[in-house]
């Protein structure tokens, strides 16, 4: 009898103690009861204010009421009620409907409750509602999907259209719509295209452009080339008649310059008789003007002579009066003085000699004026005689000068033609390889479909050009 008084007591204060365990959980989290065939037995405030119902709404209803109608028709869900009942839990995340079908999510376990023999006899539930963080995640998995089938999209559609442009097609544009950084993107894309696209239009352009003046610059090379090497054989047999012409006149100056210098020396001759009888006439008048000169030079050296002696002599008397430092000096005075008087001796003779001279000086004159008369008549006319072939001389000696001139001047311009023909075949050279660059250009963009007007066309006509040349 007291032993069951014991058990009892002992078996009450572990339901008390397991009811004070369940009313803290319940103060933190929702809690419900339900018996093995899933109705509502109780439930606490947590719970019904999570779900928004009041404990009279839902007690005896079957857990169903909380259910996705067609979850709860599933096998799965019958599965989940067996293992319940067989004493098994299951904690896990369970998406449920709240009154009025708004989603709930909880953080559960189904918690089978044993009786005494170890069997279950009820399930309580204890959830935490999770429904702001679970709808969050599916807001970021909404996004995340979402972000991802953009993004397929357009790494798609950059694919189709880089694809495109591989194939040299530069109208591939990306025409989905995009947005976010995506549309920038997509932008982006589209811009970079129409640039390239412009740019090559304009490439094609400049292409046509190149293509025809290079055929011009070779076209022209090939003329200038031939018309310069005409011009240099042309120039080249010129210089020729011109060495022989030049040889020719050169022999012609020689022989009228020999003739000159002959006709040059009679008249020199002539010219030198006349010369010296003038010369003598010239003399015997300056002999006789400049006996008269040299009397009065001898007068004024004669007065030279007398300053002199006088300068001496006061040389000589200043360096008296230096002494010692002044006696080379008064040596050097005393030689000037007597050079002075020596000098002024020596005019006094001259002067006599030349008062003696000067009567025969006038008979030598009036005999060499009457050869002089008659030497310069005959002169006079190798003088004419000379005239006349220095003239000719002179004619072709500036024909030789001018025909020399003239060859040197035609040999330059057929120097200069030769490295112009050079030049000229080296600018026909690099117009050939420009030529064949332009047409390798041509090849390289001929490729490509920009869409513009016209531009088909032009591709076309550059590839039958191309066909052509090649």
Request: glycine share 8%; hydrophobic share 45%; with cysteine.
């Amino acid at each position: 009898m007291f032993g069951r008084k014991r058990q009892r007591r002992v078996a009450e204060q572990k339901l008390h103690d397991l009811d004070s365990k369940l009313a803290a959980i319940g103060r933190s989290q929702a809690l419900i009861e339900f018996d093995l065939d899933g109705h509502i037995l109780d439930a606490n405030d947590n719970l019904l204010t999570t779900m928004g119902y009041a404990l009279d709404e839902i007690r005896g209803q079957h857990h169903r009421t909380f259910m996705d109608p067609a979850e709860a028709a599933s096998p799965a869900y019958a599965a989940f009620w067996r293992d319940l009942n067989a004493g098994r839990f299951v904690a896990t995340k369970f998406r449920r409907l709240a009154k009025g079908g708004r989603e709930v999510w909880l953080q559960a376990s189904y918690n089978p409750v044993l009786g005494p023999d170890g069997r279950p006899v009820k399930v309580i539930k204890l959830a935490v509602d999770i429904t702001e963080a679970e709808q969050e995640a599916a807001r970021r998995e909404a996004d995340r999907l979402s972000a991802e089938a953009a993004q397929n999209g357009l790494v798609e559609a950059l694919a189709d259209s880089l694809s495109k442009l591989s194939d040299g097609d530069l109208t591939a544009l990306i025409d989905r719509e995009m947005g976010g950084a995506h549309g920038r993107v997509k932008d982006d894309f589209n811009n970079a295209v129409d640039c390239l696209r412009q740019t090559m239009n304009q490439v094609l352009q400049s292409v046509s452009g190149l293509r025809g003046g290079s055929d011009e610059i070779s076209s022209a090379s090939d003329d200038l080339s031939r018309r310069t090497e005409q011009q240099a054989a042309s120039l080249e047999e010129t210089a020729a008649a011109l060495d022989e012409i030049t040889a020719t006149v050169k022999r012609s100056a020689e022989g009228a310059r020999q003739a000159a210098s002959v006709a040059g020396e009679a008249r020199g001759q002539a010219d030198r008789s006349g010369v010296v009888v003038r010369e003598a006439i010239n003399a015997m008048d300056g002999i006789r003007q400049t006996s008269n000169q040299i009397s009065d030079i001898i007068g004024v050296i004669d007065e030279i002579a007398f300053q002199t002696n006088l300068l001496a002599l006061n040389a000589g008397v200043e360096a008296a009066r230096a002494g010692d430092s002044g006696r080379g000096f008064a040596v050097v005075a005393s030689e000037v003085r007597a050079l002075a008087q020596r000098s002024a001796e020596a005019a006094k003779e001259i002067k006599s000699l030349i008062s003696a001279s000067g009567a025969e000086v006038a008979q030598g004159v009036k005999l060499v004026n009457e050869a002089g008369a008659s030497l310069d008549a005959i002169a006079g006319k190798v003088g004419e005689m000379d005239a006349l072939v220095a003239e000719i001389a002179a004619s072709a000696q500036e024909q030789s000068s001018g025909l020399s001139q003239v060859n040197a001047a035609v040999n330059q311009m057929d120097q200069v033609t030769q490295q112009n023909a050079a030049m000229v075949e080296q600018t026909t050279a690099a117009a050939a390889n420009l030529k064949a660059e332009a047409e390798g250009l041509a090849r390289l963009v001929g490729g490509f479909r920009t869409g513009a007007p016209g531009a088909p066309a032009a591709l076309e006509d550059q590839r039958a050009r191309l066909r052509a040349a090649f």
